[in-house]
């Protein structure tokens, strides 16, 4: 943490002014996932509302997106940001699909959704100045590429989330719950990308993203929360859904290559690996989904192990040597 007096990954006003100094380390990053899910019930619905109410466009107006110029992001960070940017870029998408479920009935998710859609835009916006800045694609251009790009198979996403909507009520809680994995994954990815590309502007410009992505990760982990305290059956279909079709922000999106590189760019070291297990323990802590482990189990299958169909033969010899030392250690 930076010193200033306030909870770990608050979405709440930096006490001493909306824009403080930039730190000169970005290790404030590190531990800066929280969870919501310790908060009174009672409270629920104020919260929500002052989440809601606090929603707005990114402040950039005083990011000094020249200092890329003079001191231009590695290529490696820089590889991670295109993957961001599209990411945020691609928000309205995932709307489209949530939107054709019963969640769309619930204006309470409707109000924050509409808030996190334009949050998300404008995240999406400053990332796209920062590769702007260093020459690059970026915005509707970048985006509409991407989307060309997307595979047949995404048409179908709507239908396919209105017939698991028609089967079942708990979907929105499925939703809320793997909103909360998402944020508190974009929130840890965030700040790894900040501490490892050590750059001021950046990690200034991250911080405020992160701060925002916090007011997402208390809406989704409150609504995941009540949801999943309230019903054992939507306790089993979460935690089923989650275990057998969580992946990263992003993948089905973005080419495979880049999913894998980000994982392991971001997660696969010392410092890394301990953010996938906040990750872990934070959802580990609602209700009914202890032990799950999704984040450090998707660092394992991404970074640690080549893909079949991206490995050379060479990659896939030496993984299977790996694995059969490793069995016979086991033994
Ligand atoms: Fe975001
Ligand atoms: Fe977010």
Redesign the pocket.
Known sequence: MTGVARPEGSAGPVPGGAHPPVPPMPRFFEGHIRSAVGRRRGAVTTDIDSLIRRSGRLEVDDIDFGAFGRHPLDADTLRCLRYMHDVEGH?ACYLRDVLATRAHRDPQVTAFLAC?CY??HW?GEALAQVLAAHGEPAGRSRLAASRRRLPRRDAFRPVAFTLASALTPHIVAVHMTWGAV??WA??AGYGRLAAKARHPVLSELLRRIMR??GR??DFYALGARQRLADSATARRLTRFALRRYWAPVGAGVMPESELRFLVAHLFADGEGRAATQRIDRLVGRLPGLEGLHLAEAAVDRLACRPSTQTASPVERSMYQNRQEKEQRHAC
Do not use: P
Request: glycine share 0%.
């Open positions: 928000t996190w949050e998300e995240h998402n944020e974009t929130q925002q992505e997402h990760i």
